[in-house]
């Protein structure tokens, strides 16, 4: 059997997209959601021309995340006016949860550590009835059922999952394959011999339901560095007088800025550095102290921003691309 790893759920809603067109302009304008997964999502209503490649901050309701253009769809295609995304920014995480029911103890512990150490969370319990507890509780990515049960009648709570938690996946675990009735195994959706190497669990939930952990959209982070080209001018004193320096940024957060200069400065000097950020119509000046130096590469630390001179550069670092950012996909 074949699995999709990331469902796509059809969501249609508005959204507020956010980055720089293919002329560097900044934008702000409301979208909507054709359908979303954990690690990407499908929109459409911009009418600023992107490219692949570009990045935009998504709000949806209080969820913000980073993502980068993969697509566009092409004028007269049924893709016209779409674009596809990709979650590019690394956020928290959860774990996927798994209820493992057998009723006996050794079993449990003998599967239940592989997949704890796979980072799958485990609950487990030792009857039927101990399983319908956990499902009325708590929502789960997928259960495991060991057969035969002998609290419960295992075709019967089989039919009540697949009733009331449809999208639920169900894997049945047993040694008595030959006596499992066939309307139980077509209901579940995957069977795994106990006599099997104790991977063959493992490897089947992964085929299921995907990696141990899913992805939350994240807020961007302001350690996270992001690629940006300006024009810069580091003014200095020297003996008393005052020093331009011309130069142009490499990467910009909210703490501070890189960037390559023509003439020397020394670590440890106070500085400031005027530019012009893309969403912005004036100029900042901001005080920074030189932090490193290698060869023409500076990188300065902003020292006592005011309010609104973060929110600038917060605002623009939302749509700019991290750098060293891992792959989610």
Known sequence: MGYRREQRISLQISALVSGLDCRGRAFTQQARTLDISSGGARISGITFELEPGSILSVQLANRKARFEVLWVGETGTDREGEIGLKCIEVGTSQKKRLPYVDDQEFEVELRRGIMEAAGYEIECANSGRGAVDLLRNYPFDAVILDYPLYDLDCGELVEAIKLNLPGTKIILLSIYSSTIPEPVLALTDAFVHKGEPRQKLLATIEEMIGPATRLKWPLARASSR????????????????????????????ETGMAAVLEQDLQPGEMVTLDFRLPNADEMLALRATVRRRSGTQYGFEFVDLTAPQQLAIRAICEVLPPINVPQLM
């Not at 992001?226 to 957060?253: M, Y």
């Open 226 to 253: 992001f690629a940006i080209r300006l024009a810069i001018e580091v003014k200095v004193f020297r003996d008393g007088l005052p020093l331009s320096i011309a130069g142009r940024s490499t990467d910009l957060n």
